[in-house]
């Protein structure tokens, strides 16, 4: 008889967006466990940004709620997980993820594809990762455009991804926007298992954006590492969603304000 599946990850519910209840090597072990069944899904890496902008777009949060995990990008989420008592929640970041995945996978046999970046970073992100970890099996990549695809491009990358059968399929695009892209193409990319939101993974991988060093991240001040390296870009992002994420956490943990959490895996 072939070993029991593991269990699904408890979730902690912070504002109503339910973060699972992991650590790298339990996200590796439930994402492997999928990818050797056939399970289809897709992961949010989830941080204030995400789950702030849920707080507006309940369109969105349920995305958050029905994805395979939905992990704890951000120390935030560990000290809210920490603080309804799930000791054993730890950070996993995306760009850890990952590398965690792409060095695990070796052994195993499974196979990526990287959609998103600038012209030139997804092929890019194939070399590093590769001299990285040799014997990574990285299939294929693609550059999309900075809108919707048309029906011509989707019905091309259809195509690829049907002849190609990727294990792990990578979307390194922004919050929402890869998320939602993630809930739509699941049902279109069938012959993708599992997708993978990572954000800026692919610029931070590949050297154009630099990491908060380690103690910042520990810490929770990898936000403010990254407001000065794109001031413009996350102003709005770090300068409004922070303070707002900080009062609705005080409200929910003080109990003054209930955040229905109503989740249901989207896995196939």
């Not at 309804?84 to 695990?104: F, K, S, T």
Request: hydrophobic share 40%; glycine share 10%; charged share 20%.
């Amino acid at each position: 008889m072939p070993p029991a599946s593991p269990a699904a990850p408890a979730r902690t519910n912070v504002l109503g967006v339910g973060i699972s209840v992991i650590n790298q090597t339990t996200a590796r072990e439930v994402l492997f466990d999928a990818a050797r069944r056939g399970r289809r899904g897709y992961v949010t890496v989830t941080g204030v940004h995400g789950v702030t902008e849920a707080q507006s777009d309940p369109a969105f949060r349920a995305i958050l709620n029905g994805s395979l995990l939905c992990t704890p990008d951000g120390m935030p989420m560990v000290w809210m997980g920490r603080f309804a008592g799930q000791r054993a929640i730890e950070r996993v970041y995306g760009p850890d993820l990952m590398l965690n995945l792409c060095e695990h996978s070796v052994g195993e046999g499974f196979t990526h594809f990287f959609y998103g970046g600038n012209t030139g970073v997804a092929d890019e992100l194939k070399r590093t990762l590769e001299n990285r970890f040799p014997g990574l099996r990285v299939v294929g990549t693609y550059c999309p455009p900075f809108r919707p695809l048309n029906t011509d491009e989707r019905e091309d990358l259809q195509t690829v991804v049907d002849e190609l059968r990727p294990d792990f399929f990578w979307v390194g695009l922004s919050t929402p926007k890869q998320e939602k892209f993630m809930a739509e193409y699941l049902p279109i990319l069938c012959g993708a298992k599992i997708f993978l939101g990572v954000g800026a993974a692919f610029d931070m991988h590949t050297g154009r954006v630099r990491q908060a060093p380690r103690w910042m991240q520990r810490s929770g001040l990898e936000w403010f590492y990254r407001l000065t390296q794109e001031p413009k870009r996350l102003a709005r992002r770090y300068l409004i969603n922070n303070p707002l994420f900080i009062g609705r956490a005080a409200l929910q943990l003080s109990g003054k304000k209930k955040y229905p959490l109503d989740c249901s895996s989207s896995a196939r």
